[in-house]
């Protein structure tokens, strides 16, 4: 018997949960401002995600998908990634669109029953929230072949959560990626929970990075709660892909904070005491911790952040509340490039319903 | 001018179409080297090479989704389903996605697309290589479903369906793929999508079909012919939108309407045009509406398949039994 393959999977953290450094860090984190930026980004999101929820509670935003927890791993997708790349997300990336120029009140818009929040500002070539699982991997493969057939330097990059990573889709995804050496990313948020399936049943995986290898691409783990490990991680896998050399299964290891959607209610099916201990590993803290102790970040900076972000928040939330609904024949009106005749007389029908 | 059969129309159009645009892309299973297994792409990697002309992975649900991901970033893909019975797996991306996204970004994100595959039975194939699936996609909101019924209705529709600048089920009868040849022009001419085409004109009976049965149903024309009965045949060509307006015109002259379909009958395309037929033709019918169909079962191994399909003789009696209403 001899051994015709083997594979390692490696794992990255820079900034240990007390916010110490494990080692060197990399050059673009010994930038101070450049961290401070990012931890405004992710401190934004945490206001913005209650003020979401709490919408949500008072019935004046449908059902919401929380990003709590989810931060570090949401803004440093972001921030490897290029205008001109593409994003394919699932339903809860907002600090990955936010970063993209994606306005918080298209996510509302979104969430609160308007069509609208997905012609958002931002790149117009990324895609909108997507809700079938893992379908937006194999769309980003599409995007990225696309990419490769043009000759274009641009690089698709999709997020999934553990679950999804359970589907044929994201299996197709990176076989085709590892088939066509396409310029694909292909991020698993592994944040231990779909819905109410824990980790340990998706699948006999040690990782789930190394899904990758069966795809015959490069694959890599990191703390998704380190956004310095997540950018450095992302940025390798994203400018690999960028010059050709093909793509990358990255695994942003993290725990979800939150219930599912705001429809769910988590303590049906996990324990308090594993849920505390998740938030003694949460993102904002460990980079606080480093700024603080770094001379960057104060206990004033903070609050005089945290009062802009809720007022930034405010103005978003008035502008989807004042936002008028659509015209009933908007249901029609972007179906086709042009209405087919058998739908007009449904829109006439539609329309006069709306005028008796 | 070139003599064609229906699948050289396709693989000319095909042709065509990559050459006077550059972002239209061919993928599928074996349709590169080798040219497809009914050989739709022969000839297409050889002229236009692996960048235009991609064999996938074999994987169905990949071949869509990617269709679609090139599709949402301004390619023009032409994704083939190597069989009727394999198309399944996609159905997802194109229920879910390749319909929608237009309307769910408000016209940001769009689709153009075309998934072709061969459809439809008649030919002794084994199982899953023979099904008429056109109902389930015409029933989807936001998607064409095209099926031609001769060459230069092939090389039109497909000019067309691939110009669209939203997605279209392009479904080619393969019973019919070498029926015969007919003169196609290779000039890129479209035809149009979204109506009907009067085949052959009669006037006491019209007979509705598409695909494959066009056939028989311009032979049960012959017979009814003999007997004295004048039947018009229409073939759907789109079958959506159905353009109901052809049909109706056509019954307002007859009186009289028999639809034939392979695909089982229960929520088959006839239905809906019996429906409509019902809400907007009843005073201008003199007969019950006829349907020859499929069964409702799984279309047989082919010992019985040809029992199962409408027969000539099965539209004939179908029209005999309208023409006693007067």
Same mark, same amino acid.
């Given at each position: 018997?001899?051994?015709?393959?083997?594979?390692?999977?490696?794992?990255?953290?820079?900034?240990?949960?007390?916010?110490?450094?494990?080692?060197?860090?990399?050059?673009?984190? $010994?930038?101070?401002?450049?961290?401070?930026?990012?931890?405004?980004?992710?401190?934004?999101?945490?206001?913005?995600?209650?003020?979401?929820?709490?919408?949500?509670?008072?019935?004046?935003?449908?059902? *919401?998908?929380?990003?709590?927890?989810?931060?570090?791993?949401?803004?440093?997708?972001?921030?490897?990634?290029?205008?001109?790349?593409?994003?394919?997300?699932?339903?809860? @990336?907002?600090?990955? $669109?936010?970063? !993209?120029?994606?306005?918080?009140?298209?996510?509302?818009?979104?969430?609160?029953?308007?069509?609208?929040?997905?012609?958002?500002? /931002?790149?117009?070539?990324?895609?909108?929230?997507?809700?079938?699982?893992?379908?937006?991997?194999?769309?980003?493969?599409?995007?990225?072949?696309? =990419?490769?057939?043009?000759?274009?330097?641009?690089?698709?990059?999709?997020?999934?959560?553990? /679950?999804?990573?359970?589907?044929?889709?994201?299996? /197709?995804?990176?076989?085709?990626?590892?088939?066509?050496?396409?310029?694909?990313?292909?991020?698993?948020?592994?944040?231990?929970?779909?819905?109410?399936?824990?980790?340990?049943?998706?699948?006999?995986?040690?990782?789930?990075?190394?899904?990758?290898?069966?795809?015959?691409?490069?694959?890599?783990?990191?703390?998704?709660?380190?956004?310095?490990?997540?950018?450095?991680?992302?940025?390798?896998?994203?400018?690999?892909?960028?010059?050709?050399?093909?793509?990358?299964?990255?695994?942003?290891?993290?725990?979800?904070?939150?219930?599912?959607?705001?429809?769910?209610?988590?303590?049906?099916?996990? @324990?308090?005491? @594993?849920?505390?201990?998740?938030?003694?590993?949460?993102?904002?803290?460990?980079?606080?911790?480093?700024?603080?102790?770094?001379?960057?970040?104060?206990?004033?900076?903070?609050?005089?952040?945290?009062?802009?972000?809720?007022?930034?928040?405010?103005?978003?939330?008035?502008?989807?509340?004042?936002?008028?609904?659509?015209? +009933?024949?908007?249901?029609?009106?972007?179906?086709?490039?042009?209405?087919?005749?058998?739908?007009?007389?449904?829109?006439?029908?539609?329309?006069?319903?709306?005028?008796? | 001018?070139?003599?064609?059969?229906?699948?050289?129309? +396709?693989?000319?159009?095909?042709? *065509? @179409?990559?050459?006077?645009?550059?972002?239209?892309?061919?993928?599928?299973?074996?349709?590169?080297?080798?040219?497809?297994?009914?050989?739709?792409?022969?000839?297409?990697?050889?002229?236009?090479?692996?960048?235009?002309?991609?064999?996938?992975?074999?994987?169905?649900?990949?071949?869509?989704?990617?269709?679609?991901?090139?599709?949402?970033?301004?390619? !023009?893909?032409?994704?083939?389903?190597?069989?009727? %019975?394999?198309?399944?797996?996609?159905?997802?991306?194109?229920?879910?996605?390749?319909?929608?996204?237009?309307?769910?970004?408000?016209?940001?994100?769009?689709?153009?697309?075309?998934?072709?595959?061969?459809?439809?039975?008649?030919?002794?194939?084994?199982?899953?290589?023979?099904?008429?699936?056109?109902?389930?996609?015409?029933?989807?909101? %936001?998607?064409?479903?095209?099926?031609?019924?001769?060459?230069?209705?092939?090389?039109?529709?497909?000019?067309?369906?691939?110009?669209?600048?939203?997605?279209?089920?392009?479904?080619?009868?393969?019973?019919?793929?070498?029926?015969?040849?007919?003169?196609?022009?290779?000039?890129?001419?479209?035809?149009?999508?979204?109506?009907?085409?009067?085949?052959?004109?009669?006037?006491?009976?019209?007979?509705?079909?598409?695909?494959?049965?066009?056939?028989?149903?311009?032979?049960?024309?012959?017979?009814?012919?003999?007997? /004295?009965?004048?039947?018009?045949?229409?073939?759907?060509?789109?079958?959506?939108?159905?353009?109901?307006?052809?049909?109706?015109?056509?019954?307002?002259?007859?009186?009289?309407?028999?639809?034939?379909?392979?695909?089982? !009958?229960?929520?088959?395309?006839?239905?809906?045009?019996?429906?409509?037929?019902?809400?907007?033709?009843?005073?201008?019918?003199?007969?019950?509406?006829?349907?020859?169909?499929?069964?409702? +079962?799984?279309?047989?191994? =082919?010992?019985?398949?040809?029992?199962?399909?409408?027969?000539?003789?099965?539209?004939?009696?179908?029209?005999?039994?309208?023409?006693?209403?007067?």
């Amino acid at each position: 018997m001899s051994t015709v393959a083997k594979f390692q999977i490696e794992y990255v953290q820079h900034l240990d949960p007390d916010g110490k450094p494990v080692g060197p860090l990399p050059t673009f984190a $010994q930038d101070g401002k450049r961290l401070v930026d990012l931890y405004q980004r992710m401190s934004f999101l945490r206001v913005f995600d209650a003020k979401a929820v709490a919408l949500q509670r008072t019935g004046k935003l449908g059902t *919401y998908a929380s990003c709590l927890g989810h931060e570090a791993a949401h803004v440093g997708i972001g921030a490897a990634m290029l205008p001109e790349d593409v994003f394919c997300p699932m339903y809860r @990336e907002y600090g990955v $669109q936010f970063y !993209r120029g994606v306005k918080p009140r298209d996510v509302l818009m979104y969430w609160g029953g308007d069509e609208r929040g997905s012609d958002f500002d /931002g790149p117009k070539h990324d895609l909108p929230w997507c809700v079938p699982i893992a379908t937006q991997c194999l769309h980003a493969a599409g995007a990225a072949l696309a =990419f490769k057939l043009r000759k274009e330097p641009r690089v698709a990059v999709s997020v999934v959560g553990d /679950g999804g990573s359970s589907k044929t889709d994201f299996y /197709g995804a990176i076989n085709s990626a590892g088939a066509y050496a396409l310029p694909y990313v292909g991020v698993i948020v592994n944040n231990q929970w779909a819905i109410s399936v824990p980790r340990s049943a998706q699948t006999g995986a040690l990782t789930l990075a190394q899904k990758g290898i069966a795809g015959g691409i490069d694959c890599i783990q990191a703390d998704g709660n380190d956004i310095i490990a997540v950018i450095a991680v992302m940025q390798a896998a994203i400018d690999k892909a960028r010059a050709g050399k093909g793509g990358t299964v990255v695994e942003l290891v993290t725990y979800r904070l939150s219930d599912h959607t705001t429809a769910d209610d988590a303590r049906r099916y996990r @324990e308090e005491d @594993e849920v505390k201990s998740a938030w003694l590993l949460e993102p904002l803290l460990r980079l606080r911790r480093y700024l603080e102790a770094q001379k960057l970040w104060s206990e004033k900076q903070e609050s005089d952040w945290k009062a802009r972000c809720g007022e930034q928040v405010d103005a978003e939330v008035n502008a989807y509340l004042e936002t008028k609904p659509q015209p +009933v024949e908007a249901m029609f009106d972007f179906l086709f490039a042009e209405l087919p005749h058998d739908l007009v007389e449904q829109r006439a029908q539609a329309i006069g319903w709306e005028n008796r | 001018m070139p003599q064609v059969t229906l699948i050289e129309a +396709v693989t000319q159009a095909l042709a *065509y @179409e990559i050459r006077h645009d550059p972002s239209v892309i061919v993928l599928g299973e074996d349709v590169g080297v080798n040219g497809g297994v009914f050989r739709a792409t022969a000839g297409l990697h050889a002229l236009f090479g692996s960048d235009r002309i991609l064999d996938t992975p074999l994987d169905e649900t990949t071949i869509a989704g990617l269709a679609v991901g090139m599709a949402f970033q301004g390619m !023009r893909p032409v994704a083939e389903a190597q069989f009727d %019975g394999f198309i399944y797996p996609m159905i997802d991306h194109i229920a879910c996605h390749a319909t929608r996204m237009r309307n769910r970004t408000r016209g940001r994100v769009t689709c153009p697309m075309v998934l072709r595959a061969p459809w439809g039975g008649g030919i002794r194939a084994p199982e899953h290589h023979s099904e008429a699936p056109e109902a389930m996609f015409a029933h989807l909101p %936001g998607l064409r479903v095209v099926i031609p019924s001769s060459p230069a209705r092939a090389y039109g529709l497909l000019l067309a369906a691939i110009r669209d600048p939203d997605p279209v089920i392009f479904f080619e009868p393969k019973r019919i793929y070498r029926q015969y040849k007919e003169e196609v022009p290779d000039d890129g001419e479209a035809l149009p999508l979204d109506v009907c085409f009067v085949i052959r004109d009669g006037s006491d009976i019209t007979l509705v079909t598409w695909g494959a049965h066009v056939k028989e149903t311009l032979e049960a024309a012959d017979k009814l012919a003999a007997e /004295g009965i004048s039947a018009e045949v229409v073939d759907v060509a789109t079958i959506k939108p159905l353009d109901f307006d052809t049909i109706h015109e056509s019954v307002k002259k007859t009186g009289r309407c028999v639809i034939v379909h392979e695909a089982a !009958r229960t929520c088959g395309v006839g239905a809906e045009i019996a429906a409509q037929l019902a809400e907007k033709a009843m005073f201008d019918l003199v007969a019950p509406v006829g349907r020859v169909t499929g069964y409702d +079962v799984p279309i047989p191994l =082919f010992r019985l398949e040809m029992k199962y399909l409408p027969s000539t003789e099965k539209i004939v009696a179908a029209a005999r039994n309208a023409m006693r209403y007067r």
